[in-house]
Nanobody
């Protein structure tokens, strides 16, 4: 069984920074993509950023230049560095992992950007 543990969310002022982490534990043979999604109240869940096992990355247009996704393959961990945060970044952020032909989701971590 695979378990994803997220951390790093919280309350931050506009213009501030946060770093999210997501560690995968359990029996994993091959992790392919690792992604961050977010869901704001009343909105659909959307892809924020993704990174493949070869290090290729992709970002939502709304976060390009502000967010950076990275991964530590030895620790089965993915990170999301979020800079220049805006109130519209407020959402629950979910970690997603595609591994061993299965999808896994974290429990979500709240990010609130407010003065």
């Amino acid at each position: 069984q695979v378990h994803l543990v997220e951390s790093g969310g919280g309350l931050v002022q506009p213009g501030g920074s946060l770093r999210l982490s997501c560690a995968a534990s359990g029996t994993l043979f091959s992790i392919n993509a690792m992604d961050w999604y977010r869901q704001a109240p009343g909105k659909q869940r959307e892809l924020v950023a993704g990174i493949t096992n070869t290090g290729s990355t992709n970002y939502a247009d709304s976060v390009k230049g502000r967010f950076t996704i990275s991964r530590d393959n030895a620790r089965n961990t993915v990170y999301l560095q979020m800079n220049s945060l805006k109130p519209e970044d407020t959402a629950v952020y979910y970690c997603h992992v595609w591994a061993d032909f299965s999808h896994y989701w974290g429990q979500g971590t709240q990010v609130t950007v407010s003065s």
